[in-house]
């Protein structure tokens, strides 16, 4: 395992403030995922969500943050965000402490696809997060910050095949790839050389 030389720090407010509460640029963002925060017991904490294993679903069995593909009908992606969110765990707009804050858009190397990125916070007398579709999400569960301060190579089976990549392990469940690269520069953590984004770029750009 490696550990990063400083340890990023600060409490939520100071987290989401760097980040706009105005509604996002127009993008052609095909999907958006929301990290939700909340205060545990000794850090802040952020909610994730592990996919059920199914053939027809290309995250099958992955971690990640509560999140999906633009409908038409959502408008913009604030609201697909916001529709994913109560859909997938049961958080509805009025969970949310204040609005939700565009922190970017980033490319899911994986999937071929363009994501927006929101954060907010949970709100202090919400509903629990849940499962809401079996189908779709298996487990819910709270990672706190300092999960993501060590990192350690596991295989992964991907589109290109077994490839070892850089992974937070918290508790059985593996995080990596697009959630765990989004997630560690949001919290301020250096970048890792063996993330998938990196991996997956290196095996598809041609040598010049």
Do not use: C, K
Request: charged share 20%.
């Amino acid at each position: 395992m490696t550990a990063p030389p400083s340890v990023p720090s600060g409490s939520i407010d100071e987290l989401l403030h760097r980040f706009p509460s105005d509604p996002p640029p127009t993008s052609l963002a095909g999907a958006a995922v929301t990290i939700v925060l909340r205060d545990g017991d000794s850090d802040v904490e952020l909610l994730l969500i592990e996919r059920t294993v199914a053939e027809s679903d290309p995250a099958s069995g992955q971690v990640a943050l509560p999140g999906g593909h633009v409908s038409e009908a959502d408008g913009n992606l604030t609201r697909t965000a916001l529709r994913e969110l109560e859909e997938e765990v049961g958080l509805s707009e009025g969970d949310l402490e204040g609005p939700l804050h565009y922190v970017s858009t980033e490319h899911a190397y994986r999937f071929g696809v363009d994501v927006g990125v929101f954060a907010g916070r949970l709100g202090a007398h919400a509903q629990p997060p849940g499962l809401r579709s079996p189908r779709e999400v298996a487990h819910v569960f709270w990672l706190p910050r300092s999960a993501l301060e060590t990192s350690q190579r596991v295989h992964r089976d991907t589109s290109r095949g077994e490839i070892l990549v850089d992974a937070t392990v918290y508790q059985g469940h593996v995080l990596w790839g697009f959630t765990r690269r989004v997630v560690r520069e949001f919290f301020g953590y250096p970048g890792d050389d063996g993330s998938f984004g990196a991996v997956f770029a290196s095996h598809t750009t041609p040598s010049p």
